[in-house]
């Protein structure tokens, strides 16, 4: 969860933003390519393959 807070954050969202970013996958994969944080970016691409 911590990862996910920090890739809103990086890109301006907020918590308002959370339950579009866990569902929508669209969304989410739009929202990852602007984040820079490596470990995020890791951990939430690694989520979204366990979800397949």
């Known amino acids: 969860m911590r ?3 920090i890739a809103l954050i990086e890109v301006g969202l907020t918590l308002t ?11 989410r994969e739009k929202v990852l ?6 470990i995020t970016k ?10 397949l």
């Open 17 to 27: 933003d959370l339950p579009r970013f866990l569902i929508d996958e669209d969304f």
């Open 42 to 51: 890791k951990i939430s691409r690694t989520m979204q393959l366990k979800n």
């Open 3 to 5: 990862s996910t807070f």
């Open 33 to 38: 390519e602007r984040v820079e944080h490596p």
